[in-house]
């Protein structure tokens, strides 16, 4: 099978040599034609990734019509803030029943879009369209290690299509109709994970964590439950599984913002310095605008997005959310005994 992966930062890097070990055939679409070039000529990719030694199945380009060019399935691995864009970009470049699967992780900022339904805007075809996700970092998943993941599709033959695509002894994929809750876990995730990293950064323990991310968890279901989703998807691999590597990992460039920021960095300098997006800096705005609209506290989410884009320092920021009346644990919980 040829399978375009657009997209060639690090998961889509790590994407490309999974597939390519399975021997399936891959273009891989890069921003850069210096990097395209480079992939090519040396079969690894020089900025991201940099020690995997991508398979001779994998080819580059920075043309996207040769990257779709008799695609079988489209692998969307770009950035959530330019999936609109690169949505339009692979338009007319496929047919209309060629499966697409997208691993980026966000809401579009102004209309609240999920990944998926931006892609159902532009594309057409809502039924072959599939997201993807887990705790899958993609510096493990690029050298073999055992990882999980979940694929979501509306209809069962899109994600059982994902599910053969991906599928190894060391990447195991399960199946989720729940397209809304896969794709909010996602999002909401890495701005816990963000805040995990400003508490780690200024001295806090592990309770500490631990209570930032299950009460990330309580955030993430009731939004899901309010837009229609499954709350019980949040446990599992991509609610509670992806919020606890991306909280806890060394890998997660959402938390190493968050330590950036406890010692006094910004946004901006983590940009620059490591070349890559924090999703969840973006998610902060996006995600809780999505809930005021809908009516649905975000607390802890609300703080990082103050932290992140209106100046509020640690101090505040702990104080704001220590200070907040206490209530049951358990509030919000619905009849079938999930914590919302």
């Not at 691995?77 to 992780?105: E, H, N, Y």
């Not at 809750?181 to 323990?205: F, M, T």
Request: glycine fraction near 10%.
């Amino acid at each position: 099978m040829r399978t375009a992966v657009i997209g060639a930062g690090s998961w889509g890097t790590a994407i490309a040599w999974m597939l390519g070990t399975k021997g399936e055939e891959v273009r891989l679409w890069a921003h850069r034609p210096e990097v395209a070039g480079a992939i090519n000529a040396t079969h690894r990719n020089p900025r991201y990734l940099v020690d995997v030694m991508l398979p001779r199945t994998v080819t580059a380009s920075s043309t996207i019509s040769e990257v779709l060019d008799g695609a079988q399935a489209v692998v969307v691995v770009t950035p959530s803030a330019t999936m609109r864009d690169t949505a339009r970009m692979i338009a007319g470049g496929t047919a209309p029943s060629t499966p697409v699967v997208v691993l980026s992780k966000g809401v579009e900022e102004g209309t609240g879009d999920l990944m998926v339904d931006v892609l159902a805007q532009e594309l057409g075809s809502p039924r072959r369209l599939a997201v993807l996700s887990g705790p899958t970092h993609a510096e493990e998943v690029g050298v073999g290690m055992p990882s999980a993941a979940v694929v979501a599709s509306v209809v069962p033959e899109t994600a059982h299509f994902f599910q053969d695509l991906f599928f190894t002894p060391e990447f195991r994929v399960y199946t989720s109709p729940d397209v809304v809750g896969v794709e909010l876990c996602a999002a909401c995730k890495n701005i816990i994970a963000i805040g995990c990293g400003v508490a780690a950064g200024a001295g806090y323990g592990d309770n500490t964590a631990a209570m930032l991310m299950t009460r990330g968890l309580a955030e993430m279901s009731r939004l899901t439950k309010a837009l229609g989703g499954d709350p019980l998807t949040c446990m599992g691999l991509a609610g509670m599984g992806d919020l606890i590597v991306t909280c806890t990992s060394a890998h997660s460039r959402n938390r190493s913002l968050g330590m950036l920021l406890a010692q006094g960095g910004t946004l901006e300098e983590f940009t620059e310095r490591t070349h890559m997006v924090a999703e969840g800096a973006i998610a902060a705005r996006t995600v809780t605008d999505l809930a005021r609209s809908k009516g649905i506290e975000l607390p802890l989410s609300e703080v990082m997005r103050a932290m992140l884009w209106e100046g509020m320092d640690i101090q505040t920021a702990a104080r704001q959310l220590l200070t907040r009346s206490p209530k049951e644990e358990l509030h919000g919980m619905d009849e079938g005994g999930v914590v919302l």
